[in-house]
């Protein structure tokens, strides 16, 4: 009985870990160390890519294109995080799991995740063909120095 409480405890611990996660982070918590927006990053980010890697003009536009497109891409896949929370939430105050609507809806986001994998693949590969042989090595330079500094 007891290795049978700690089972479906589990369980629901990981399946609240796994709504945390697909849920994103919506308010300033210490757990969130995200406080600002995501827009905000990523503009950040492209400017710091363009004055690190000295970008052109043309460049700098192909970045930022590139930077707009994955950020609409990451919009339509903010919208299903709720639906997923919602879903889980419901079931946990559901007297019986629904087992097979929850596997359908992780195996919706399996194939959402599939297809942003292959989108940012493929934008990767255009940001790769817009650098000069220098920036690729003065970025894969700088991706080493980081990585070293995260072990």
């Given at each position: 009985?007891?290795?049978?409480?700690?089972?479906?405890?589990?369980?629901?611990?990981?399946?609240?870990?796994?709504?945390?996660?697909?849920?994103?982070?919506?308010?300033?918590?210490?757990?969130?160390?995200?406080?600002?927006?995501?827009?905000?990053?990523?503009?950040?980010?492209?400017?710091?890519?363009?004055k690190e890697l000295k970008m052109n003009?043309?460049?700098?536009?192909?970045?930022?294109?590139?930077?707009?497109?994955?950020?609409?891409?990451?919009?339509?896949?903010?919208?299903?995080?709720?639906?997923?929370?919602?879903?889980?939430?419901?079931?946990?105050?559901?007297?019986?799991?629904?087992?097979?609507?929850l596997n359908g809806l992780f195996g919706?986001?399996?194939?959402?995740?599939?297809?942003?994998?292959?989108?940012?693949?493929?934008?990767?590969?255009?940001?790769?063909?817009?650098?000069?042989?220098?920036?690729?090595?003065?970025?894969?330079?700088?991706?080493?120095?980081?990585?070293?500094?995260?072990?």
């Amino acid at each position: 009985m007891l290795h049978k409480i700690f089972i479906i405890v589990v369980v629901v611990l990981v399946l609240l870990v796994i709504v945390k996660l697909f849920s994103g982070c919506h308010h300033r918590s210490r757990m969130c160390k995200s406080h600002s927006s995501h827009e905000k990053k990523a503009n950040w980010v492209t400017k710091k890519i363009a004055k690190e890697l000295k970008m052109n003009e043309q460049q700098k536009v192909e970045l930022d294109r590139i930077k707009d497109e994955i950020m609409a891409k990451k919009a339509e896949f903010k919208v299903n995080h709720q639906e997923i929370k919602n879903a889980v939430l419901s079931q946990v105050k559901s007297d019986t799991v629904d087992q097979a609507a929850l596997n359908g809806l992780f195996g919706d986001k399996e194939l959402e995740f599939k297809e942003m994998r292959v989108f940012l693949v493929d934008k990767f590969a255009e940001f790769h063909g817009i650098l000069t042989p220098e920036q690729r090595l003065k970025l894969a330079e700088k991706m080493e120095k980081f990585h070293s500094k995260c072990k």
